[in-house]
């Protein structure tokens, strides 16, 4: 452990949204926090705030009054850089601009001793060229918060081309000191977070484009049966339409307009709407007073079968046999099958593998098929997305839904889209995740740990893949690349090495 001892002064540069809660985590820690900001009164106002919320720590009781007058009391504010001397380590939380940047990392090279730790929060700019033109180039990583700072658990440690192993190393273990989960990654657009969250947005995005279903049963399905915190669109409501479409288009831009983060259309509308979310009131969702919230779409109640013929192994989904057992609904198993299959009555429900139901009901002269998507959890789950073949009838479908509601989940019917929508979301991160470990940027589980501590994922997607089996995954993106004809869609090598070699992410796979 070469983390920094609480006796070492940490300074921290800007103290707005992110400063200021760096500074209140460093001081947390027992550290002595130097605090300073280039806007007049800038610096104590950062102060006040985290004051402001610490008092609303005290009133849960979770902080007594006295814990806080000792964190604050050891964040000073300072009038110049030059105050900032006797820092160990400089954290810069100042505005996203490279040049401004750059010239404020050149002051501190003069103002603190040779063995400084530089640090810098950006969210979008290369790390590499931040350090480029320092005397010490090697003395400067990225420390990537999320916000809120004092409550999220991720920091990313960034490595430019020149940073010091070493000095990655120390703010790595003070990271992980400060009681955050810190991940370490080289300068890449997006590094971890950024760049392996996208497909979360963009494949809700393109379901709502081709009208798979809409934003309310989309948020619906990734909560209630994907188990993630908050849906898509809610999310960007949250965290502004602007914001999440500046991401998404830096991340697209920097990669050479890769076609994996293409913007999306349906976005652009809304920018040009102005419909920027809670922020204006109006984004994917009305947030005026008295505004009506869309329903998901939530099929009525049909009848529960009496038995099913189970085919195969159902793989993640076989919990529902469990669930259908408890539901006194008969189970027949028919082990032979060259496929995995639920038969109710003249339907064959499958987990989607990407492809949709209408093509394989033609290509296997099978009208009444019915698809599922992916659920986390079977057992948890409390919605289940299923879509029908075009061959197929209404009744099918009511069959299957009255299955599914035997055993407690709610039911939307969705178009019959590629991939469904747990499905082709969980693939498309689990993808973009292996790129990320196969073109050397991270590790797998830095991957992992980065999407659950930087965006509350309720499982890393690796692992996720892992649970799924990564030939399933393959599958999946390899029939939505063929149904799509896009490059969008095209499988990491390192998935399909993984195929070949018959292995998974992690050594056991987690369940
Ligand atoms: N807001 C987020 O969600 C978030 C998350 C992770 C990283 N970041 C990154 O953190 C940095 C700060 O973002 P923020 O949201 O806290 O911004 P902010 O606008 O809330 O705060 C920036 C502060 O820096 C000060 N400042 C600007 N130029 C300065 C200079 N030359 N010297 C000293 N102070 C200066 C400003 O007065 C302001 O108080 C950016 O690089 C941003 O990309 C932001």
């Not at 040779?114 to 700019?125: F, P, R």
């Not at 908050?230 to 920097?254: E, K, R």
């Not at 919230?293 to 038995?307: L, M, V, Y």
Request: aromatic share 6%.
């Amino acid at each position: 452990m070469t983390a920094l001892p609480t006796t070492s002064t940490i300074a921290v540069i800007g103290a707005g949204t992110m400063g200021a809660g760096i500074a209140q985590v460093a001081a947390a820690t027992g550290h002595s926090v130097l605090l300073f900001d280039a806007a007049e009164g800038a610096a104590q106002s950062g102060i006040d705030k985290t004051r402001k919320g610490l008092d609303r720590l005290i009133a849960k009781g979770k902080m007594t009054a006295e814990q806080a007058d000792a964190l604050t009391g050891r964040i000073s504010a300072c009038g110049s850089l030059d105050e900032l001397a006797p820092a160990k380590l400089v954290v810069e939380a100042i505005v996203e601009k490279l040049d401004i940047k750059q010239s404020v990392f050149a002051q501190l090279e003069d103002i603190c001793g040779d063995d400084v730790i530089l640090a810098t929060n950006t969210s979008s700019i290369s790390v590499t060229a931040i350090a480029a033109g320092l005397k010490r180039p090697e003395r400067l990583v990225g420390m990537h918060f999320f916000n809120p700072a004092p409550v999220m658990k991720l920091v990313e440690v960034i490595s430019g081309l020149a940073s010091d192993a070493e000095v990655a190393q120390i703010v790595f273990d003070t990271a992980a000191h400060w009681g955050k989960h810190p991940v370490m990654a080289k300068s890449t657009p997006g590094f971890i977070v950024n760049r392996v969250a996208r497909p979360f947005y963009a494949e809700a995005l393109r379901v709502l484009q081709e009208g798979g279903a809409d934003v309310a049963t989309i948020d619906a399905v990734m909560r209630e049966s994907g188990g993630f915190r908050m849906g898509p669109f809610q999310l960007m409501d949250l965290i502004g339409m602007d914001v999440n479409y500046a991401v998404t288009n830096s991340v697209f831009n920097a990669y050479y307009q890769d076609q994996r983060f293409l913007p999306s259309l349906v976005q652009q509308e809304l920018m040009q709407a102005g419909r920027l979310g809670r922020k204006t009131g109006h984004g994917f969702y009305n947030y005026a007073e008295g505004a009506e919230q869309p329903a998901p779409n939530t099929t009525e109640q049909w009848p529960k079968p009496e038995r099913v013929i189970v085919g195969g192994h159902l793989g993640v989904a076989e919990s529902l046999i469990a669930q259908m057992e408890a539901a006194e609904i008969a189970i027949v198993r028919s082990e032979e099958s060259d496929h995995d299959f639920i038969w109710v009555d003249g339907v064959e429900l499958r987990l989607t593998e990407g492809a949709i139901a209408t093509e394989l009901a033609a290509e296997e002269e099978l009208n009444e098929l019915v698809l599922f998507d992916l659920a986390l959890d079977y057992n948890h789950a409390t919605r289940i997305a299923i879509t029908k073949a075009d061959q197929a009838s209404d009744e099918a479908l009511q069959k299957a839904a009255g299955l599914f509601q035997a055993i407690g989940k709610q039911v939307s019917v969705i178009d019959d889209i590629p991939g469904m929508i747990v499905m082709r979301t969980v693939c498309m991160l689990a993808n973009e995740g292996a790129d990320a470990v196969n073109q050397g940027v991270c590790n797998a589980e830095a991957v992992d740990i980065a999407m659950k501590g930087g965006v509350n994922y309720p499982q890393g997607p690796l692992a996720w893949a892992d649970q799924l089996g990564v030939p399933v995954v393959a599958t999946v993106l390899e029939n939505l690349a063929l149904l799509y004809g896009e490059d969008r869609y095209r499988i990491s090598p390192l998935i399909q090495r993984k195929c070949f070699a018959e292995q998974s992410f992690f050594e056991t796979p987690s369940s």
